[in-house]
Structures are given as C-alpha cells and as structure tokens.
Nanobody, 124 residues
Framework: VQLQASGGGLVQPGGSLRLSCAAYLATLDHPAIGWFRQAPGKEREWVSCISPIGGYTIYEDSVKGRFTISRDIAKNTVYLQMNSLKPEDTATYYC??????????????????WGQGTLVTVSS
C-alpha cells in the first residue's frame, strides 16, 4: 500500500480545506484509513478514521462538528473536509492505512502504512 496525501495550504481562520489521501493498493482489500496531525514541537495526534467501506467514522473531540472524513471506494481515495478552521489546527497532516483493525483505530501504532504528510497553516 502506498499513500499520497494532498490538499494542504494556507487558509484564514474560519476557512475550509479538503485533504485527500490516495491509496495505491496491491490487493483488492480496502484498509481502514486514519488521519493524524503533528504541530511544530508537539506530538503526533490522531484526528479521525474511517472503516474500510466507509460506514463507520470517528473523530477526535476538538474536530467534531468541523471535520468530516469520507471515502470514494472507486477512486481509492479518502477525504478530510475541514471547516471552521482554527489556528490550533495548524499542523502537518498525515494519512495512514491499517490493514487489520476493524472498524478503525485511533491508535497510531496499529497503522501499517503512512503517507508523506501535507502542511495545513491556519493564519490571518
């Protein structure tokens, strides 16, 4: 599995961005996908995850109601729609694939493959 995250950029507070995670799969199995973020000087934290077919999603408390995770099975792509962005959302965002845990995990160590990260900066 190879993952490619994209869609980051500079946005003003209150603005929106949509991140994409394209998964290149060696098999027909769809892994659970998680989004994580790491702000400068801070530890990586889990943001959200989605089950293999997309019927189950969970969110970290600080992003509930603002972020929405979804996936397009046909395109092997997972999205993270981020609305009402705040300066504290500034971080490098990573997507990761978990080939074993069902429906999906909030624990980074369970993930098997990681994308390269895309930087989100929320600033006026």
């Amino acid at each position: 599995v190879q993952l490619q995250a994209s869609g980051g950029g500079l946005v003003q507070p209150g603005g929106s961005l949509r991140l994409s995670c394209a998964a290149y799969l060696a098999t027909l199995d769809h892994p659970a996908i998680g989004w994580f973020r790491q702000a400068p000087g801070k530890e990586r934290e889990w943001v959200s995850c989605i089950s293999p077919i997309g019927g189950y999603t969970i969110y970290e408390d600080s992003v509930k109601g603002r972020f929405t995770i979804s996936r397009d099975i046909a395109k092997n792509t997972v999205y993270l729609q981020m609305n009402s962005l705040k300066p504290e959302d500034t971080a490098t965002y990573y997507c990761a694939a978990d080939i074993r845990t069902r429906p999906c995990s909030s624990v980074g160590i369970t993930y098997d493959y990681w994308g390269q990260g895309t930087l989100v900066t929320v600033s006026s």
